[in-house]
């Protein structure tokens, strides 16, 4: 088997493929996929939408072959995108692989039937979950079932890989079907014949009204499924109780601040080795990037340092400057080190551990139920449940949150996120700065920050939601069963977000410190200060000197808190500060991809968004304290 592909952008008008998989949400397409080409990979953009697929290569008997995963629809006479995308890839496939999900028959079989109602020679239904259903009490049987619908079906158990094989030997002896080469004008999926399910002839293939479909799969289920008592599973009794109005609640909560001290712990190790949540670590090691740069990086950058003497616009603008005489990677703001330390060092392992955590929530069958716990919250601004993941994210570090929007439905609900994400979210490491510095200046300034920061989002949310009368949709999903999380998949899954990030965001942010230093060395930050000046010291109140830790946040945020330490702040402008320097302007890193997600006039808007925001809010609570 060969590894597939992750598709990030693609200017290809169609997208063919030897064999598509198509199914509802949930079925377990995105296992199956792993299983057949050899890796569970994550989705990308569809040419001209925003909305997902996957493909890959694999290889039968000699054969190289293309396989994509479609996103998942509940019919072909689409309702929304995704659905219009499915339709749109079934014209350029080859085979069809149905993924059905055994424990609910009758609610898959109408997507089968219109699959059916399209080409029936080169369509095999996969009858997945097939262990769950036996758990279950349910008995399907498969000869049965093929004979009335008139295609093969196999029962699969795409986690484990059981049937897998039979499946593929089955689905490569169908003939391959001829693969359109019309090219649709507009939107993707916009087929005429689609659009209703009525009876008669068109095409060459029939359809059958709804009550007809309706009454079909019930003489169907009935013929072919049996069902015997059994005592509901430990899984099934934990299913009941996170969706208890008060249980599942507390649930929820639980597992949020699970999934941050996780987050944190996971994170924390691989940047110092420390095992920790806030404060000093419980424990440390000698581990982590931080080990790695200044053990072996270091003595590299410093035998380079010498050999382009400090003070040369070469070293400052590859080694930064020298804090104390040595190279800091935190503080010494060169490409080399700064630029080198900032991504790799400092980002990526929390990008790793919130990629895991993730993983483990979905691959486990919670995530869609934190979303309907979340969804009647995050309706308010305008945005379904599903962007709390997003936002989670962003609570460790904006970029992965960021990068996260994608899994939204639309242009809009993805701009207020990130805006959101990008304005009032701190990332962990400037949290723990917070927590350190105005914690000294007990519990009540840290509730001021952390305070004006939550209102701050839920305020600007609700103003961003006002501001567009674009379509707000509502969270359709279905809650799939308990599941043990598969070790191959969750490492697979985390590899594949990981290097996307290597590969889309590393050479941005490089790039961006470039420019940044260059304009640091020709004192553009200077000029930036002078104008500034009357916005920092009349409307917020803060001294003058507060300007440079303001700037210095545009590389990083954590070290920029620690700066104001010298400045002898009281508790009034360090709360002001604290806030500010949190609202004021991304962090390099999540400025290069805010601008590489939404796209340059969104990141234009998102920004100044936030400027106006920052400047209103440091004024009021300047007002206040």
Not at 540 to 548: C, L, Q, T
Request: contains cysteine; proline residues 5%; neutral net charge.
């Amino acid at each position: 088997m060969q590894k597939p592909r992750q598709h990030t952008r693609n200017t290809k008008a169609t997208i063919e493929s030897d064999i598509l998989l198509v199914g509802q949400p949930n079925v377990g397409k995105s296992v199956l996929f792993s299983r057949i080409t050899g890796i569970r990979t994550i989705a990308s953009n569809y040419p001209g939408t925003t909305v997902s697929y996957t493909a890959g290569r694999t290889r039968y008997e000699g054969q190289d072959l293309s396989v994509v995963d479609a996103p998942g629809s509940y019919a072909l006479e689409p309702l929304d995108e995704a659905g219009r995308v499915t339709v749109d890839l079934l014209d350029h496939a080859k085979r069809i692989i149905n993924v059905v999900d055994a424990t609910h028959l009758e609610r898959h079989l109408p997507l089968t039937f219109e699959l059916l109602a399209q080409n029936e020679d080169s369509l095999v239904v996969a009858l997945n979950m097939c262990d769950e259903a036996r758990h279950r009490g349910i008995s399907i049987d498969t000869e049965k079932l093929s004979q009335e619908l008139g295609i093969p079906v196999i029962p699969i158990v795409a986690r484990t890989g059981e049937g897998v094989k039979t499946l593929m030997d089955t689905v490569m002896a169908l003939p391959p079907r001829e693969v359109s080469d019309v090219q649709e004008p507009g939107h993707p999926g916009h087929h005429p014949h689609l659009k209703h399910l009525h009876h008669g002839h068109h095409a060459g293939h029939t359809h059958l009204r709804r009550h007809q479909v309706w009454e079909r799969i019930g003489d169907i289920v009935g013929d072919t499924q049996t069902l015997r008592h059994h005592h509901h599973t430990l899984g099934e009794r934990m299913e009941d109780l996170s969706v208890h109005p008060v249980v599942g609640s507390l649930i929820a909560l639980i597992v949020l601040v699970l999934s941050f001290s996780l987050t944190r712990i996971i994170g924390e190790f691989l940047i110092g080795g420390g095992i920790g949540i806030l404060g000093d670590p419980w424990v440390e090691i000698p581990f982590g990037t931080e080990l790695f740069f200044e053990k072996l990086v270091k003595p590299l950058l410093e035998q380079l340092s010498r050999l382009l003497k400090p003070g040369t616009f070469l070293h400052s603008l590859l080694i930064g400057s020298l804090i104390d005489g040595e190279i800091d990677f935190m503080q010494s703001f060169g490409i080399l080190t700064s630029g080198l330390f900032v991504p790799l060092g400092a980002v990526l392992p929390y990008i790793i551990s919130f990629y895991l955590v993730l993983s483990l929530l979905e691959d486990s069958g919670y995530l869609p139920r934190l979303a309907v716990f979340l969804d009647n919250l995050m309706h308010r601004l305008g945005l379904h449940g599903y962007a709390i993941i997003p936002t989670l994210l962003g609570m460790g570090c904006n970029v992965p949150g960021i990068m996260a929007t994608r899994i939204l439905e639309t242009r809009r609900q993805r701009f207020i996120t990130a805006t959101l994400i990008s304005t009032a979210i701190p990332c962990t490491a400037l949290q723990a700065m917070i927590i350190g510095i105005v914690g000294d200046r007990g519990l009540g300034a840290l509730l001021w920050v952390f305070g004006t920061l939550v209102a701050t989002w839920f305020l600007l949310g609700l103003i961003l939601r006002f501001s567009s009368r674009e379509f707000r949709p509502e969270l359709l999903v279905e809650i799939p069963p308990y599941r043990l999380p598969s070790f191959r998949a969750l490492m697979s899954k985390m590899w594949m977000r990981v290097s996307s990030f290597l590969r889309e965001a590393l050479p941005v942010i490089m790039g961006a410190v470039l420019v940044v230093n260059i304009l640091y060395q020709l004192e553009v930050f200077q000029y930036i200060a002078r104008i500034a000046r009357p916005l920092v010291t009349r409307l917020w109140g803060m001294p003058e000197e507060s300007i440079v830790p303001l700037l210095i946040g545009i590389l990083r945020k954590d070290v920029a808190v620690g700066m104001f330490l010298p400045l002898a702040l009281t508790t009034k402008q360090l709360i002001i500060g604290s806030v500010v320097l949190s609202m004021f302007f991304p962090c390099l890193a999540t400025f290069v991809v805010l601008f590489r997600e939404l796209g340059f006039k969104d990141g234009i808007k998102s920004i100044g968004i936030m400027l106006l925001t920052v400047t209103a809010v440091g004024s009021i609570l300047n007002l206040l304290l």
